[in-house]
């Protein structure tokens, strides 16, 4: 291993997830909710098949450090027809605790700005928990602007 490969791996390397992360995902994920006070129903199954299966439903993002995945970001589609645009809403970005304060959040945006590029999107993004400020500072420092909410939204369960 060279130098500059070294300082890439102690920094981050970040890639599209692969099946075999769903595993190592699925309990960051429910790290996640556990956070937010949410309880983790993941089904490692079924977000696989949303990952990886004939329509793939969500796009994943992994970064890794010393060749473990210590972080992600999931992707999922957005339109905005008023103004027949395509964007993607980064639906999730977590990193372990250990593996905080060194860029790799910033490398998984980057990488998820990369992709919606590339996928003809025309903007990219994000919410957080109201009280959330660390995350709204972490975002706005990126250049994300903060947007009034429009109103209330509305789901009906289908099952």
Known sequence: ???????????????????????????????LARHHGDEPLIDAARLQADLFGPVPWLHGLVVERFGYVVGYALLTPLYRAQLTQRGLDLHHLF????????????????AA???????????????????????????????????????????????
């Open 1 to 31: 291993m060279t130098l500059s490969e070294e300082t890439i791996e102690a920094q981050g390397r970040v890639r599209p997830m692969a099946r075999h992360d769903v595993p190592v995902v699925s309990g960051m994920i429910a790290r």
């Open 95 to 110: 990193v372990i605790e250990s593996s905080r304060g060194i860029g790799l959040g910033k490398l998984l945006v980057d």
């Open 113 to 159: 700005l990369t992709f919606a590029r590339a996928e003809g999107c025309s903007y990219l993004a994000v919410g957080t928990h109201a009280d959330n400020h660390r995350a709204q500072d972490f975002y706005r420092t990126l250049g994300f602007e903060a947007r009034a909410a429009s109103g209330e939204r509305f789901a009906l369960a289908l099952q």
